[in-house]
C-alpha cells in the first residue's frame, strides 16, 4: 500500500498547506465584518479547481491500482512482464497527442485559430491511435500466451489499460465538445483546451507510471534508492 | 429534568447491568490472562470516562435547561481546558495502549519449545496434524490434496512421513506445554477460535499462518469458526480435549500416521460437526 | 493573516462564480424528475436512501427474529440469514448512510449554508442521482435474481464471496453486488466533486473558511475523504469482478473447495482486505463527520451558544480526516498479516482517539452554561452523545491489538459499530430533520409524535446494543444464525429473545417518524421564516422555504462566523451571518 499513502500523504500536505494559507488559525469570532480575502483557492476559474479534484480522485484509482500490483507482486507465480513491442509505439503516439495539445493550448494564446484546429486534430488523433496501439497490444499479448487470466502480470496490464483506456475515452468526449466551440473563436475555446491539456498530461504520467510498476522498474528503482539510503 | 433523570439512570443502568449481570468471559484455560488483564484495565478507563461525561451532560441538562430569562454564558473557548483535557485524554489512553502492546509483543513471540501442531480448516470441518516421533511437521500443498490424502501432505517428504493425522475427530493437547498452533485452510478464510483459549487468528488459503498458547486446565472446549465461510459457517465446529500428559500418551498412541494411511482405500470423512445439508440446517 | 475590514462597503471582491441564474425548471419533469436543483436531488437522494433503508430495516428485524427465537422461523434458513446480513450491512453503510448525509444533506445544505446558487456542476449532480438510483435498482434485482442475494457478509472476502459454498457466489448475487457498488461509486464521485468544489469556489463574499458551520466542514472534509477511500472499493470490485467472472486470480490462491481443485492460483485474499479497509475504515468517519458537523450545529443553536472551542472543532475534523487513512488495518488484527503490523496499528488507532474524544467534550462543554432548549433536535444530539460515547470507547478495546484478539468477530464487534456508526449517526439524521424540515417545507414536525419517536428510538437502541456487548464477552461470534454453544449459558438465550422485543419495537417507531413526516407536511404547524432562531446563512435566505436560486436578486454578503449566539451586548440572542451589525457599538464586548 506504499505507493498510495505516499499518494494520499501528498494530497494531504497540499490541503494542509492550502487550509493554513487559508487562516485556520484565526479566531472568527474576534473577526467581524467584511472580508477582503478571496474565497477560492488561488482566485483560480471553477473548471480548473473542478479538473484539480477529479485528478485527485483519478489519481488515487490508478495508485490503489500500482498498490494492488505492488502487493501482488509479492507472491511467488509472480514473474516479469514480457510487453509486446507495439506498447512502445503506443507510449510515443500518448506523448505526441500530450505535445499536440500543449502547441493547440499555444495556439490558442496566440489567438490563432486554424492553428488551434489542427492541433487539436492531431491531439485527438494520436490518442485514437494510441487506444489502437493498446488494442494491437491486447491481442498480441493474447496470440502470444499471455491472455487475461494466463498470468497475474498480464491481468493487471489488461485490467489497468483497460481503466487507462476507459479514462482516455472520456477525455476524447470532452475534447470533442471542446471542438465543437471553436467556431466561437480561439478565446471562446482556450480555458477548455488548457484543461484537457492537463488532462493528457496526466493520462500520460499515469501511464508512465503505470508501465513502471507493471515492468518492475519501479520496484527495482526503490530497492536501488533503499541500498543508496542504507 | 426527565431528561436529565433518564441520562443518570442510562449511566446506573449499564453500570449496574456490568457488574451483575451473568454474562461474562468464559473461564480461561490458556496462559493468555494477560489479555483478561488488559481487558479489564480497559473496563475501568472507559467505564470511568463514559460514567464521568454522560453525569456531567445530566447535570448540564439539569443546570442549564431552558428558563425564562437565561442568557447563555459567552465564551468561544478555553485554551487551557482544551489543553489540560487533551492531556489527561493522551494519558488515559496511553495507560491502556501501553500494557496492549507489551502483551502483544509476547503474543506474537513464540517460545523456542513450543510444539508445532497444525489445523487444517475447509469447508466445513476441521482437522489436524501433529508431528510424529521426529517432532516436525512434513510439507504440503493443497495440489497433493486428493482423497487418500485430505491435508495435501507431500508424499515424497521423509519428515511427513510420521505425521499423526487426525482428519474429522478431535485434537488433544497435553496440559502446561506451549503449542504453537499452525493454520492452514484448503479453500476458503477460516478462523480457528477457541473461546476459553483467548487467542484466534484467521486461516488464508495459500498461506500458513499461527499463534501460540499453553492450555492450563484440562477438558473439552469447543471448537468455533470465526471468520465467515460460507453457508456452513456457524455449524462448523470441532472440540479441543486438553489432557494430563499419560491420557495424552495413550490417546496419542491410537491415532494413524500419515504412512500408516492405507493408500487406495478410501479415507472415511469422520466429520463431528453437524451434517450441513445446505438448504437446511 | 487575516486581512478584515470593519467597513462592509469596501474592499469586497467579487464573487469567483459569476452570479448567474440557475438553469430553469418549470415543468414537472424538469423540477421533479431530472431536476438540477441541489435542493430537489437532495430530497431525491434521502428519499431513495430512505427507502432502501426501509428494507434494510425489515432485514434487521429478521434477523433479529432468528436469533432471538432460533428455529421458530423455518424460512430462515442459515443462506438466507446470511443473505439478510449481507444486504442489511451492505444497504445500511453505504446506501442509506453514505448516500443520505453526501447526497442528501450534502445537497441541501452546502449551497445554502455557504451562501451559493446551487452546486457548481448541477447537470453532473443530477446525473449523480441518476446513476446512485441505478445502483440501488440493480442491488434491489438481486433479491430477484436466481439464487438470490449474496450472502458473503459485507465485507465480500474472497474466496468465498466467489464461491459455491456461499449463497449467490456462484449465481447472480455477489455479481450484482459489485456491479451496484461500482455504479454507486461512479455516482458518488459526480456527486462529490460537486460538493467538494462547491464549498471551495462558490462560497458567497465574506464567507472564509473559519466562517462556515462545522456542518460543512464536516460535509466537506467526509467528500474529501470519501473522494479518495471510495476508488479502494471500486478496483477491489473490479478485481474481484475479474475473478468471479473472467478466470484472473487477483485475490483467489490455489485451492480446493469440496474435493475439487479449481483453477485458480497463486492470489492473495490479504490483498482484497487490505483494498476493502483502506475503503472501509474512512468510510466510518465518512459516515461520523458529517454527523460531527450537524450535531454540533444542533447543539449551538439549541443551546443558544457558540460551540466551544470552533477551532478545536474543525481541526480535529481535519486531523481525524487525515489520520483515518492509517488506521485500516485495526479491521485485519487477527488476518493472517505480519503480526509487527499490530503495534503501528494499535498505536495509529488510539491516537486518533485524543481528537474524537476532544469532540465529544467540546459538545458537552458547549451545553455547559448553556440555555439548553429541550427541543427534538437538542434531544436527538444528546442521544447522538452518549451512543457516540458508548460506542467510541468500546472502540478503544479494538483497537487496542491484544484485546481485539478474543473479541473480533464476536458479537461485541456488533454491537460495537451499530452503536458507533449505526445508532449515533442516526440519531444525528433524526436530529436534522426535526431541525430543517421546517425550511424544507415550511411546517414544523408534530413535536409530541417526535418525542414518542425519540424516547422509544433512544432507549430502545440502547437497550438492544449495550447488552449484545456482553454476548460478545461470552464468546458468541457474529455471523452465526444458531449461537448454542458449549460455552453458552442458557441465559445468553433470554437476553437475546429481550434484544429481539427490543428491536422490533425500535423498529415499529421508524414508521411513527414515517406518519409524522406526511402528517406534518400536510397539517403541519406553520414554522414561519427562523423557528430556531439560528444565525447560519441557510436560514437568512429571503423565502422560507427557499425558492430556486436560493437567494432572490443578489447573493448574501457574510459579516462574522455561524455562531454569534447570545453575544454580551448584543440586541437579540442571535445575530445571523448576514447581518453587519457593528460589535463596537455594544457594550461589554469580550
Ligand atoms: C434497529 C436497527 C438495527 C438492528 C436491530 C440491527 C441488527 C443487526 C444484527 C443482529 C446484525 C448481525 C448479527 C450477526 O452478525 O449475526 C447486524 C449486522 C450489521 N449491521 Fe445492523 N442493525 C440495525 C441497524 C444498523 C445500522 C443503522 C447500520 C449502519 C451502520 C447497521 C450496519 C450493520 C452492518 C455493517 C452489519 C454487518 C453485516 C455483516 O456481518 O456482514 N445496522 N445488524
Ligand atoms: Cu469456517
Ligand atoms: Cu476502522
Redesign the interface.
Known sequence: ?SI??GF?AL??VI??TW?W?????????L???????????G?Q??GR??LG??L??AG??FA??G??VT??MG????FEMRLPRVVWAGTALLALSSLALQAAVFAARRGDGPGLASWIGAGAASMAAFLLAQGLAWARMAETGQG??AT?GA??FY?ISG?HGLHILGGLVALARVATRLRRGPGAAAPAVALCTIYWHFLLIVWIAMLAILTGWASDAAALCRAILS | MI?AA??VL?VLF?VA?HLV??????PIASN?G??DT??VI?FW??GA??TA??L??AW??FR???KPG?????????KR??IW??AL??LG?AA??AP??V???R??TVPDDATEIEVVA???FWSYRLPGADGQLGSSD??W?S?DNPL?LNPHDRFGADDVVIDGGDLHLPIGKPVKVL?RS????H?F?V??F??????????V?YFWFTPTRTG???V????????????M?GYVLIDEEAEYEAWLGEQLTFAGLPAGKEVQVANTAEPIG???? | ?????????????P???PDLPPPHAHGFWSRWVFSQDAKYIALQYSGTAIAIGLVALVLSWLIRMQLGFPGVFDFI???AY?QFITMHGMIMVVYLLTAIFLGGFGNYLIPLMVGARDM??PFVNMLSFWVYFLAVVVLAASFFAPGGPT???W?L?P??AI?S???G?TQWGIVLMLVSLILFIIGF?MG??NY??TV????????????MPLTIWGIFTAT?MA??AF??L??AS??ML?DRL?????FM???????E?LSY???????FQ??FW?FGHPEVYIVALPAFGIVSDLIAVH????I?????M??AI?IIG?LS??VWAHHMY???MH??F??FF??TT??I??PT??K???W??T????????TLPM?FA?GF??TF??GG??G??LG????D??L???MFVVAHFHMVMGVAPIMVIYGAIYHWFPLISGRMLSHRLGLIHFWVTF?GA?AIF??MH??G???V?R?????S???V?D??AT?NAFITVAALTVGAAQMLFLFNVAWSLARGRKAGHNPWRAASLEWQTPEVPPRHGNWGDELP?????A??????GAPR?YIAQDD?GH?ASWSHV?
Not at chain 3, 200 to 211: C, K, P
Not at chain 3, 265 to 271: H, R
Not at chain 3, 479 to 483: G, V
Open positions: 500500500m498510495v499513502l494520499v494530497v494531504a490541503a494542509l487550509l494559507r487559508q487562516g485556520v488559525a484565526e479566531r472568527p469570532w473577526e467581524t465584518g467584511a472580508v477582503t480575502r478571496s474565497p477560492s483557492p482566485g476559474p471553477t479547481t473542478g479534484v477529479f485527485i480522485v488515487g484509482l490503489l491500482a498498490s494492488a502487493m501482488r507472491y511467488a507465480d509472480w487475461l487470466a497475474p491481468s493487471f485490467l481503466l | 431528561v433518564c441520562l442510562i449499564s447491568f449481570s451473568p454474562w461474562w468471559w468464559t493468555w494477560y489479555i488488559t481487558l480497559t478507563i472507559t470516562v463514559f461525561v454522560v456531567f451532560m448540564c441538562v442549564y435547561r431552558h437565561r442568557v447563555a454564558h459567552y465564551e468561544p473557548e478555553s481546558l482544551e483535557l487533551t485524554t493522551a489512553v491502556m495502549l496492549g502492546l502483551v502483544w509483543n503474543f506474537i475447509q469447508q466445513w493443497v495440489t490434496i482423497a495435501g493454520l484448503v479453500d476458503v478464510l478462523d477460535y473461546p476459553e483467548r487467542a484466534k487468528m484467521d486461516m488464508v488459503p495459500g498461506m499462518t473439552e472446549f469447543e468455533l469458526c470465526a471468520e465467515l465461510c460460507g453457508t456452513g459457517h456457524g455449524y465446529r445446505g438448504s437446511d440446517p | 493573516m487575516s486581512s478584515v475590514s470593519e467597513d462592509p462597503d469596501t474592499g469586497i471582491p464573487a469567483e462564480v434458513s442459515a443462506e446470511y457548481v456542476f450472502g458473503a457478509g465485507t472476502y474466496p468465498q464461491l459454498g456461499t449463497p457466489g464521485t462529490g466533486l467538494a468544489v471551495l469556489q462558490a462560497r458567497t463574499r465574506g464567507m472564509t473558511l473559519m466562517r474529501v473522494l479518495l476508488p479502494a471500486f478496483v473490479v478485481m475479474f473472467l478466470g484472473t486470480s487477483f490462491p490455489a485451492l480446493v473447495e469440496m474435493g481443485q492460483g497463486g492470489g492473495s485474499p490479504i490483498v487490505h483494498l483502506f443551546a443558544r451558544k457558540n466551544f472551542g470552533y477551532r478545536m474543525v481541526w481535519v487525515a487513512f492509517i487477527v488476518s493472517g503480526p509487527y499490530g503495534f494499535a498505536t488510539l491516537i482517539a485524543v474524544a476532544l465529544v467534550y467540546n458537552i462543554l451545553l455547559w452554561r448553556g440555555d439548553i432548549h429541550l434531544l444528546l452523545i452518549v460515547l458508548n470507547l468500546t478503544l478495546f487496542n491489538v491484544v484485546v484478539v478474543p473480533s468477530d464476536t432507549i440502547y449495550f447488552p456482553y454476548v464477552l461470552v464468546g461470534p455471523r452465526y444464525p444458531d449461537i454453544a458449549s460455552f449459558p441465559s445468553v437476553l454578503v457574510v459579516y462574522r462566523w455562531y454569534d449566539y447570545s453575544v454580551p440572542d453587519p460589535r469580550p
